[in-house]
């Protein structure tokens, strides 16, 4: 469970979160966390949220942010909101200097959750090398977290999530693992 304070990383993007503010802190109106990339660092797929906004606060170093078809740069200083619905993508374009950022989500929904089920499927190794979980993961969890892939139609991904993530839960996928969101705090910190 995430608690202010408290750290996660994850070793196949090279992601850090610190939460400065969770879900249960703000009574679900938003989810704040401090959020350092490695250098080369990126998030693996183009995404949207289509119930949440995320604004992103640069702290250190720089973001390259793909906005739909637009890319923008954004470096110390920079403040950037993206509209729910919007697809987008990020990564540290630096190969020496890590990045860091302060990100909120507006409202929290379960993206806490989400990130630290993520996370933990990274470090297990249950993710492809460049941290994309395989696409009946995917399917087992994305109505669960509403975070869908860009591309195909918003209702087409919710009812594969719904179809096909329902054989993939048959199969041994889940929607949430206890291990990465229950687990000691402790652990989750290294």
Known sequence: MATKGHSIS??????????????????????????????NGKLPVTHFHPNQAETFEVKSGEFTIKLGKETRQLKAGDKLTI???IPHQWWNPSATVPAAMVVTFEPALNTETFLEQFFGLGNDNKTKPDGTPSFLQIMAMVNEYEIYVAGPPLPIQRAMGFLI????????????YRQYSEGCAVARNK
């Open 10 to 39: 994850n070793s196949k993007t090279g992601e850090r979160i610190t939460w400065i503010e969770t879900a249960g802190d703000s009574n679900g109106k938003r989810l704040v966390f401090d959020f350092t990339v490695s250098p």
């Open 83 to 85: 509209d729910k619905g």
């Open 165 to 176: 993530g329902g054989i993939a839960r048959v199969l041994g996928y889940k929607k949430y």
